[in-house]
């Protein structure tokens, strides 16, 4: 940790253990924590002609087939205490989070506490092959502790997605993204589109989409799950093209179990800037233009007078999601949470058809069917498949009880007893 620290800072140095292995050593020892989510940097030296550093990085890679190996996925990890204090403080245990705005963040124990007006930006990550975040479904548990000093009209919970704030200081037209929120006052849910942001000359908002979710204002020290699903609807025979599809659900009760509570389609001239403002010319993306394609970064929000404003966030994650918009799949939802290895989660709507692979050569499309007598979290599988190519058609289905033959003959291998 000592030489991690001389060489690269402090951000670089968590609980770390320095290996000096032949690359035939390190991937033994790979081969033996397949379960681990430690995190490994690897400097590899070209110690044989027969197993270079490339290689060595191609076999590391197969011996992790993650499901979503080379995309901006994000899971918080708020267990060490640290502290957040000044604009542009990278956490130093999370290099792809960083603090912007006023105020402080607090983090341990699975808690990250917001005091005053911060922002906890989500970096897409050093991935390479990473365009960034574009269609997302953005979770995260929030408590409202303390307003504070009255707060602000738009104070409460907010996620928000598609944007490359992180660099509107740079260039104020980058700010373009969508918001998600739960105002403290009003209780309601809300949708709203930002278009530019100027420390110099103002910043230009839509007007707010809203819908009532909680009588009397969002109550204090109560646990809210928010899933903010961010999606490009692409069929044209659902949409007009270019548009996005917005939608918020709820955990009310911190059980896991989210409701869709608010849903909105974003198209293309409809959603103006309020308030009789303009985007400037300058930016690609203008009045009642869309948020489209990937994006740099995700963010947590709060908003307060002061800091004794006190929102605590957990359970913070960020999925890429993958949806088939031809069979009303288009809700955002994700197709495949890929744990590791051999083992998924699957999630969707229950008897909802989703694109799995999608290419000139092959069409990998999968059913997902929900089993209510299966405890909660446990209930989703997947219960028909289609496999199309240019050779062909596959159609592969579950169906309600065994076959005979496969339950009095030894010799057929069948899955449950040909179900």
């Known amino acids: 940790p000592n030489q991690l620290k001389k060489n690269y800072g402090k951000a670089a140095v968590g609980k770390a253990l320095v290996f000096d292995y032949h690359p035939s050593e390190m991937l033994q020892i790979l081969r033996n924590t397949p379960n681990s989510h430690h995190s490994f940097i690897i400097m590899l030296r070209p110690l044989s002609k027969n197993l270079s550093p490339a290689l060595v990085i191609l076999l590391v890679q197969f011996l992790f087939p993650l499901a979503h190996a080379d995309v901006s996925d994000w899971t918080s990890n708020w267990t060490a205490s640290r502290f957040l204090e000044s604009s542009f403080d990278v956490d130093p245990f999370d290099p792809r989070a960083m603090m912007r705005g006023s105020g402080d963040v607090d983090i341990g124990s699975g808690i990250a506490k917001f005091l005053g007006s911060p922002r906890l930006y989500i970096d897409k990550g050093g991935y390479t092959t990473s365009a960034g975040f574009e269609n997302v479904e953005f979770t995260a548990y929030g408590t409202y502790i303390t307003l504070g000093n009255g707060g602000k009209s738009y104070s409460g919970l907010t996620l928000a997605a598609r944007s490359n704030h992180d660099n509107y200081s740079t260039d104020p037209c980058d700010a373009a993204g969508y918001y998600a929120r739960i105002y403290q006052n009003t209780g309601e849910c809300a949708f709203q589109k930002e278009h530019y942001h100027s420390s110099s000359t103002g910043t230009v908002y839509t007007a707010t989409r809203r819908t009532p979710c909680f009588v009397g204002g969002l109550p204090f020290n109560q646990t809210i799950g928010m899933k903010f699903k961010v999606t490009t609807i692409t069929d044209s025979s659902i949409e007009p093209a270019g548009s996005v599809l917005l939608e918020l659900y709820l955990d009310e ?162 899955l449950g007893e040909g179900t």
């Open 253 to 414: 009760n911190d059980s896991g179990n989210f409701v869709l509570k608010h849903s909105s389609v974003d198209r293309p001239g409809e959603w103006l800037p309020s308030g009789g403002k303009t985007v400037p010319s300058e930016c690609s993306i203008g009045d009642g233009d869309t948020v489209l394609g990937p994006r740099n970064v995700c963010f947590l929000r709060s908003d307060g007078v002061d800091t004794t404003n006190v929102v605590e966030w957990k359970d913070a994650s960020i999925l890429n999601t993958l949806v088939d918009t031809t069979n009303g799949g288009f809700n955002g939802d994700p197709t495949i949470l890929g744990l590791q290895h051999q083992v998924f989660k699957f999630e969707g709507r229950s008897d909802g058809w989703y694109a799995n692979l999608h290419n000139s050569l092959l069409k990998w499309n999968m059913q997902f069917r929900k089993f209510e007598d299966c405890p909660q979290g446990e209930d989703m599988f997947v219960s028909a498949m289609t496999l199309s190519t240019g050779a062909g058609n596959i159609y592969i289905k579950t169906t309600p009880e065994p076959t005979e033959e496969c339950r009095s003959d030894p010799n057929i291998v069948c």
